[in-house]
């Protein structure tokens, strides 16, 4: 009987272990500090869109609206994160001079261009979140390869370029990292959630690097009960993990993500978190706020020069 297709990928429970990877990043520095926007306003699922079903997850936390009404409220909630939310995020990054990763959905690039071409004026990467802010792993095999195909295409007429990172909502199906291969194009994905540095995986007999990404130091705890209230939790937040980090990376080279949401941190009572956090990790000497691209490219180059 062939063996289950569930239990392929293989877990790696080891990972670099006391083995972690020595050095510093580009110039000199200690620790790399991603900030992720999450672009996904106006392809969440929705009535509007078609869908069969709609988000359940608002700012009143996972409300069970009736399965058969439009839901408004909550539409107009993700509708704050691309008609004030965004703008707010992006004047933060440019006041800040920091380059940041947007991991965006196809389809709410589409639905707001002028989102995207301030992105790409900025300078800021663009990853691919999916062609819809979908589960993939609800989708079949060829749904999930057409999805990367048109968000490929879809970010090609956008943004001009086509992405070179992949991650998808909540977590991949068993096929993602395989499909993402084979398509091509692609330097990293993000879709987990295990390690403070990159790494690589074999797939197929293809390495590929994986950029991990977090949940928790993640704006998207201000709607998860209990998450976080007050604007002071997320920004202690931020700290303390950037204080561990930081300390750690003088024995090598750590990595922080930074994950926001635009509908969440966009809002005038937390913006204030993020400012406050990119004053003090500025504060210090030896950091470096790169996007993924950057940080993927130079853990190439870095394996590349140990071979």
Not at 164 to 178: E, K, L, N
Not at 183 to 188: A, H, K
Not at 216 to 222: A, E, G, K, L, S
């Amino acid at each position: 009987m062939p063996p289950s297709p569930h239990l392929r990928p293989e877990r790696n429970l080891v990972g670099y272990g006391r083995q972690t990877p020595t050095g510093a990043w580009p110039n000199g520095a200690r620790l790399a500090i991603n900030v992720v926007v999450n672009y996904e306003e106006g392809s969440e699922r929705s009535f509007a869109m078609g869908d069969a079903d709609q988000e359940p997850m608002t700012e009143w936390g996972s409300y069970a609206f009736p399965k058969d009404i439009r839901n408004l409220a909550m539409e107009s909630m993700y509708e704050y994160g691309s008609r004030v939310g965004v703008w707010r995020i992006l004047d933060s990054l440019a006041d800040a001079r920091i380059p940041a990763t947007f991991f965006a959905c196809a389809v709410a690039f589409e639905q707001n261009p002028a989102v995207a071409q301030e992105v790409v004026a900025a300078g800021h990467e663009v990853c691919s979140h999916g062609y819809r802010w979908e589960e993939v792993f609800r989708l079949s095999e060829e749904e999930e390869r057409e999805h990367i195909r048109l968000a490929v295409s879809s970010f090609e007429k956008t943004c001009g370029k086509r992405p070179v990172g992949w991650y998808c909502r909540y977590g991949p199906s068993i096929r993602t990292r395989r499909l993402v291969t084979e398509e091509g194009g692609f330097l990293y994905d993000s879709d987990a959630y295990n390690d403070d540095v990159p790494y690589f995986v074999t797939v197929d007999g293809v390495r590929r690097l994986v950029v991990p990404y977090t949940c928790d130091v993640n704006d998207i705890r201000f709607w998860n009960s209990p998450g976080l209230s007050q604007a002071d939790d997320f920004f202690r937040y931020m700290r303390e993990t950037f204080d561990v980090l930081y300390a750690e990376a003088a024995r090598g080279p750590r990595m922080m993500s930074i994950g926001l949401h635009p509908r969440m941190i966009g809002r005038p009572g937390r913006i204030g978190a993020l400012k406050r956090f990119f004053d003090y990790a500025r504060g210090f000497g030896n950091v470096w706020f790169a996007t993924r691209e950057d940080i993927a490219r130079s853990w190439l180059a870095r394996e590349d020069d140990n071979d």
